[in-house]
């Protein structure tokens, strides 16, 4: 064999080698890489607490002379407003069972019921479609796998706008009003 052939080979073979070389140097300088930035977010991340974020429980819903006479739902807060002539109550629309929303639901015909003791003549109930609990106009549960009546809720008067306030971490009796 030629010199010059061997030369080649030679040069050839260190060539490979070193291309060789730096890939896997290449590759170890990516893995380095990596795992620091999975480190630093894992750091990062370690700073923010795992925390659910509720929509608040305490809200306003405007001037008590803006809601119109008797029933406003608020979608979003799944809650009934009522107003009758000056006195203002609130009903969670949450069913006692497992939680679907009842809907309040106008009956053909009135129909005289004891409530609280008293005997009251009601024209709605709240009547869940989930599994059929029904609840009379103040909200207790009279039919149906529910266990409890409705919520209801505090109501206040904003010191600041007049607005009302509806406090959902303050649970009342079902005969509670507020009379502005
Ligand atoms: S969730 Fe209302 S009856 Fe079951």
Redesign the pocket.
């Known amino acids: 064999m030629k010199l010059t052939t061997l030369f080649t080979k030679a040069t050839a073979t260190s060539d490979g080698v070193q291309s060789r070389r730096s890939f896997l140097q290449q590759l170890g300088l990516g893995g380095l890489l990596a795992s620091l930035a999975g480190f630093t977010y894992q750091s990062v991340r370690s700073l923010v607490p795992n925390v659910l974020y509720e929509p608040p429980q305490k809200f306003k819903i405007g001037s008590p002379a803006m809601l119109p006479e008797g029933v406003t739902f608020l979608e979003d807060k799944r809650l009934y407003v009522f107003k009758e002539a000056q006195t203002y109550h609130a009903i969670s629309a949450s ?1 006692t ?4 929303t ?1 809907k309040h639901t106008k009956l053909n015909q009135a129909k005289t019921v004891e409530l609280n003791g008293e005997k009251k003549t009601i024209n709605f109930e709240f009547h ?1 479609p ?4 029904k609840y009379y106009a103040d909200g207790t549960n009279y039919a ?3 266990p409890r009546p409705l919520r209801c809720y505090k109501l206040e008067m904003s010191p600041d706008d007049g607005q009302l306030i509806v406090d959902m971490t303050n649970e009342v009796e079902q005969s509670y009003r507020l009379t502005v």
Not at 130 to 133: A, I, T
């Open positions: 069913c069972h497992l939680g679907c009842v869940c989930c599994h059929g609990s149906g796998p529910a």
